[in-house]
């Protein structure tokens, strides 16, 4: 079975860089800077994180990160074998800052870049608002820049290609209301890297949110003191989610899609877990869209 590590990077196309950029970096605590026609922000050591560029508020690539040469070289021979055409491509690697990429989409469309070697700056990441960013467990082992969550229209296909063929575990599922069901899953300590979702009301596929992590509830505390200064929408107020225990709240990005913001999250230990089902995303708060 192929071992995707973490989630190592987020493409994110926006229509306003000079929106996000000061939403980035005053809200969120994520170091910002020009690159040709991106922004691109830090959150620790990495170089990319996460890389916006001009276009349609939508998800242009997640990028997973692999251990190393042998290990991508796994993740092809998986996506051969289950018939899914992927591109090797060293100039994308290069603009990535990584020592090889392979790109595929996935059986919802979204665009995935399977990656060794990220480059890493000698440059301390300093964060504008303090913040100290979960990207590894205390052991030393990567759980990535957070979880993306993503709505699609072929859920169990979905699934089915991130488990079989990437080698992702089913953390556990949430049925918040009837007939709608959530599926998380790990590929590393961090509670979820992926949640798939269907899409339910009028809601169209695309990126529902993308959680990070910080390391001080303060920190929390202090963004969503500034989510209410400058009256930016939440999507959902402070809560505690009953899966991964994480306490968050979610805001809206300039792009429309959520971004969680959170700390606590809880780690699981493979050697223990067991997939359970929850009847509620949350133990209290997460309260929708109070705007
Ligand atoms: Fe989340």
Redo the contacts with the bound molecule.
């Keep these: 079975m192929t071992k995707v590590q973490a989630l190592g990077y987020l493409g994110l196309r926006v229509k306003s860089l000079e929106d996000w950029e000061v939403f980035a970096t005053e809200i969120l605590g994520l170091a910002a800077s020009r690159q040709g026609d991106a922004v691109v922000l830090r959150m620790d050591e990495r170089a990319h994180r996460i890389t916006l560029r001009a276009g349609d508020d939508e998800l242009d690539y997640v990028g997973w990160q692999v251990a190393g040469p042998d290990a991508l070289g796994e993740v092809a021979a998986a996506l051969e074998a289950a018939g899914v055409p992927y591109r090797d491509d060293a100039g994308l690697a290069e603009l990535r800052g990584v020592r090889r990429l392979l790109s595929c989409t996935d059986p919802a469309g979204y665009r995935l870049e399977f990656h060794y070697g990220p480059t890493m700056l000698q440059e301390p990441f300093v964060s504008p608002t303090g913040a100290r960013f979960v990207t590894t467990t205390k052991d030393g082992a990567d759980t990535g820049l957070g ?1 993306v ?1 993503v709505l699609c229209d072929n859920v169990d296909e979905t699934t089915e290609f991130y488990r079989r063929v990437l080698g992702f575990a089913v953390s556990d599922h949430i049925i918040p209301v009837p007939g709608l069901l959530l599926t998380f899953l790990h590929t590393n300590p961090r509670h979820h890297s992926l ?1 798939v979702a269907p899409i339910y009301g009028d809601g169209s596929p695309g990126i529902n ?1 993308f ?1 990070v992590e910080v390391d001080d509830l303060d920190v929390v505390g202090r963004a969503l003191d500034k989510v209410h200064q400058r009256k930016i929408r939440q999507l959902a107020t402070f809560g505690r989610h009953t899966n991964d225990k ?1 306490l968050s709240f979610y805001v809206q990005s300039p792009s429309g899609f959520g971004v ?1 913001y959170g700390a606590n999250g809880l780690l699981i230990d493979d050697e223990t877990w067991s997939v359970v089902t929850y009847d509620a995303s949350s133990y209290w708060g997460h309260v929708f869209d109070p705007a």
Excluded: C, G, Q, S
Aim: proline share 0%; aromatic share 0%; hydrophobic share 55%.
């Design positions: 979880h969550v949640a949110h959680m994480m969680e």
